[in-house]
């Protein structure tokens, strides 16, 4: 038996990842002016309408674009080789944002949805952020 669509409505998910590496900051003049390294958490936010399943984008689709753009390319590295900015978290909330709509983009054709924000979390208590909003006020 087919179940019906309990709702087509927006939903945001969102998925959490984490990863290590080691950076400094160019031009800072404290302690993070050192080698040093993070835990990073990173919050990746999508939103969309569900689908006839009641899915807005399978979890598998946000873990194997994040895994392979950004985990298996930042992860255990010396960020300050692999970036051509400086590696504060706003820079690069920045880059993964656009990573991520990237390639996010490319699946959007079967599942109608947006990413919403992503959250860098440098630190347990320090994270930054950027949102949809946010970016497409900048272009």
């Given at each position: 038996m087919?179940k019906?669509p309990?709702?087509?409505?927006?939903?945001?998910v969102?998925k959490?990842f984490?990863?290590d590496?080691a950076?400094?900051?160019?031009d800072?003049?404290?302690?993070?002016?050192n080698l040093h390294?993070?835990t990073?958490k990173?919050?990746?936010?999508?939103?969309?309408r569900?689908?006839?399943?009641?899915?807005?984008?399978?979890?598998?689709d946000i873990?194997?674009?994040?895994n392979?753009?950004i985990?298996?390319?930042y992860?255990h590295?010396?960020?300050?080789d692999?970036?051509?900015?400086n590696?504060?978290?706003?820079?690069?909330?920045?880059?993964f944002f656009?990573?991520?709509?990237?390639?996010?983009?490319?699946?959007?054709d079967?599942?109608?949805c947006?990413?919403?924000?992503v959250?860098l979390?440098?630190t347990?208590?320090?994270?930054?952020?950027?949102?949809r909003?946010?970016?497409?006020?900048?272009?």
């Amino acid at each position: 038996m087919t179940k019906q669509p309990y709702h087509n409505r927006e939903v945001s998910v969102t998925k959490i990842f984490t990863f290590d590496s080691a950076h400094r900051l160019d031009d800072y003049i404290g302690k993070c002016a050192n080698l040093h390294g993070h835990t990073y958490k990173l919050e990746v936010t999508i939103k969309g309408r569900t689908d006839h399943r009641g899915i807005v984008v399978d979890f598998g689709d946000i873990k194997k674009i994040v895994n392979e753009q950004i985990i298996g390319v930042y992860d255990h590295r010396f960020l300050n080789d692999l970036m051509a900015f400086n590696t504060t978290a706003e820079n690069m909330v920045f880059h993964f944002f656009e990573i991520i709509d990237t390639y996010l983009r490319k699946i959007a054709d079967d599942t109608p949805c947006r990413l919403l924000r992503v959250r860098l979390w440098e630190t347990p208590t320090a994270y930054a952020e950027l949102t949809r909003e946010d970016y497409d006020a900048a272009e």
